[in-house]
C-alpha cells in the first residue's frame, strides 16, 4: 500500500528556494512513477513535474522548466522537488502523487503541503 507524505512547504519571498520532500510509508515505492502537482483556490490541480522508477525519465510543465528539479531516492522511498527562483505565482498547494506501472492515472495521492511565495 502507498501512503504518501508531502514536507518541506512554507511562505518565503520570491526568487528564493525551497525544497519539497514526499516519503512512501509501503515497501514498492520503487514500482512507481512519481509526481508533482499544485492547486490554489477555485482552480484545476495542475501537473509540475514527474519522474519514472529509477529517475531517467522527467518531465516538467513548461512553467517551471529552468526553475524545478525532481529527484527521488528509492533506497529512501522519497521524491523531491526543488524549487529555484520562485515566484508569487508558485503558491499553491503541492502534491505528490504516485502511479503504477502500466497505469495512465496517478492513484495515490499526499495530503499537500503548502507553499507561498511573497513579492
Known amino acids: 500500500q502507498v501512503q504518501l507524505a508531502e514536507s518541506g512547504g512554507g511562505v518565503v519571498q520570491a526568487g528564493s528556494s525551497l525544497r519539497l520532500s514526499c516519503v512512501d510509508s509501503?515497501?514498492?515505492?520503487?514500482?512507481?512513477?512519481m509526481g508533482w502537482f499544485r492547486q490554489t483556490p477555485g482552480n484545476e490541480r495542475e501537473f509540475v513535474a514527474t519522474?519514472?522508477?529509477?529517475?531517467?525519465?522527467?518531465d516538467f510543465a513548461d512553467s517551471v522548466v529552468g526553475r524545478f528539479a525532481i529527484s527521488r531516492d528509492n533506497a529512501k522511498n522519497t521524491v523531491y522537488l526543488q524549487m529555484d527562483n520562485l515566484k508569487p505565482e508558485d503558491t499553491a498547494v503541492y502534491y505528490c502523487?504516485?502511479?503504477?506501472?502500466?497505469?495512465?492515472?496517478?492513484?495515490?495521492w499526499g495530503q499537500g503541503t503548502q507553499v507561498t511565495v511573497s513579492s
Open positions: 519522474i519514472n522508477w529509477n529517475g531517467d525519465s522527467r
Open positions: 509501503g515497501d514498492t515505492f520503487e514500482s512507481y512513477a
Open positions: 502523487a504516485a502511479r503504477g506501472w502500466g497505469r495512465s492515472e496517478f492513484e495515490y
